[in-house]
């Protein structure tokens, strides 16, 4: 008698179980249809450009082909893409560019985040803010005034005038996304470093960039993205197709007037977005290895 | 090896906060030196101020004998442990020991034999490539004492750094740190809020408050000859009772009379020190151990007994805690725990008058 009041009791708790592991299945069913949604969503243009990119220029201008099939497939204009014209000098621009505006980026913010993190001085946490400020001025706004700069300079259509240029959009907001990276690192740590001996300089090397390394990296991330994808001032200040970087010289060299020659530009629009993909691919590794490290503590 | 001397320290926080106000202190080489108080009291700021972390406002530290005030923390020579332990994330425990010691260029063989002798010490050879995020709390502070330990400072100095532990990991660190003294002998001062940490790690105690130094001295010292009323009830656990008195002269002895009209003879031998107070309102302090129950053939002397119901019966397993009230105060008597004893039941309980206080209550100085 007594034992099935229990046995009773105890099929109640069960279900009451099953019915938890039921609500987690549909949480997931709707995750899963979420995420579907999103990847569709965001692989469409991708690959309609591939789609495109690999049709022969008849193909692509005829009016009654399907948009999505590829009768023909040809690397024809991947081939001219890379044998004629500019397109790789771009990419080697583009390249340059990117890889000295990280560069000095990353020691430019790193060294102003850390004195404005943790070296109290006259003025700090209004330059703080003042740093982060900067970044709401739109570039649309700078670039008049800029001109004037480069002009001034004798940097006008000159490659070298976009690394000057590019680290006023890279260096606020980074130097701000370290900051908060840096603060949160406790105040006791620094002193740990400075009773055993560090300087300050050894403190940033052998401390904090190695503890702000997911920070870094997001910044990193961030410095490149900007500079790979930046269109408006080597549109402003760069005219000759030698000068010019990835994301001008596609336009310029490739839409003649009214003429676009979208298999090439589909293939060189294509090949440009690699190097932000295999970045990203390499860093996130060790952006979320680096993100779990942090979560992990206490 | 190292003496530390303090004089005439004061710091002042920007906005005129006076954390610490004007101390004098005197370590001596090997001396294991606890600063305890209340939160707030300063007990950090002085410690940040002999390492080097904090600007001293005024007075002047030495550190085996040279003036540091100006030194900067990296050539103190010292080794701090913290309370969150402070250990690099990104580095093994190894690491995080050899740390101290490659900054200061030590050749490698000699880093890793002092490494490895600290390991030995605190028993944590095993852990030494882990990182700390794979350690627990008590392994964490044990990577911490190792980090000061292989650099072999003039002094340790040690900010509560059993407090992020549970009970019973602190009593076995508070064992450890002991031993580790013993072994390196190194001059230490520790703070820690806690007074039983203090009782049972210090060569000497010094009790802060507000700022200042209330008493410096040997545990045994403070328990039996506090000089403040801030040390008697700071130091001992449950605090001592502190019962609003009179001193009278009754026939050939002196007595305190308590509010409620008991009347509790002073030992003959402290008579003469408290006869100029007598007629006067004062504190008479007793601690709970020293209020019991009435023993057979008990030996003490100077015991005086009173009746008293406890409204609160508290049995410990080794003592029983018996709560009562007298006017308003509330008192605290540890009893042996086979004494019969209920709330609201009239007892008898001894007061042995050889451990008594009596406090100024003007000055709060013990008489
Ligand atoms: N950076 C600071 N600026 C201003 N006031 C401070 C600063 N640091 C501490 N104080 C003040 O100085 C006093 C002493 O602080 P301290 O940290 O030395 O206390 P403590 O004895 O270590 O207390 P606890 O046991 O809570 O750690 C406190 O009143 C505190 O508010
Ligand atoms: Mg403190």
Redesign the interface.
Known sequence: MSATTADTAAQGIYQKAGSLRGERRRVLIWAYIALAFFVVFFLFPPVYMLITSLKSSAEIADLNGNPWLVTDPTLQHYRELLTEGNYLLHFRNSIIVTVAVVAITMVISILAAFSLSRMRFWGSSVLATGVFLTYLVPETLLFIPLFQIIGGLGLYNNLWAMILIYPTLTVPFCTWIMIGYFSSIPKELDEAALIDGANHFQMLWKIFIPVALPGILAATIFAFTVSWGQFLYPMAFLVSSEQMVLTTGIVSDLIRGDTFQWGKIMAGALLAALPPLLVYAFLMDYYIAGLTAGATKG | MAQVTLRKIVKEYEGGVQAVKGIDLDIADHEFVVLVGPSGCGKSTTLRMI???EEITGGDIAIGGTVVNDI???DRD???V???Y?L???MTVFENMA??LT??KFPKEEIKRRVDNAARILDIAPLLERKP?ALSGGQRQRVAMG?AIV?DPKVFLFDEPLSNLDAKLRVQMRTEITKVHQTVKTTTVYVTHDQVEAMTLADRVVVMNHGIIEQVGPPQELYHHPATKFVAGFIGSPAMNFIPARLVNGGAALNVELADGIRLPVPEDRAARYAPHAGRDVLFGIRPEHLTELRPNDHRQHLATFQAAPEVVEPMGMETLLHFWMQGNEICARVDPSTPAAPGVQQTLAADMSQMHIIDPQTDKVL
């Open positions: 390492a080097g972390l900067p923390p990296r010292i080794a701090m913290f309370q969150n402070a690099y994330p990104h740390f101290g900054l200061r995020k980090r650099r």
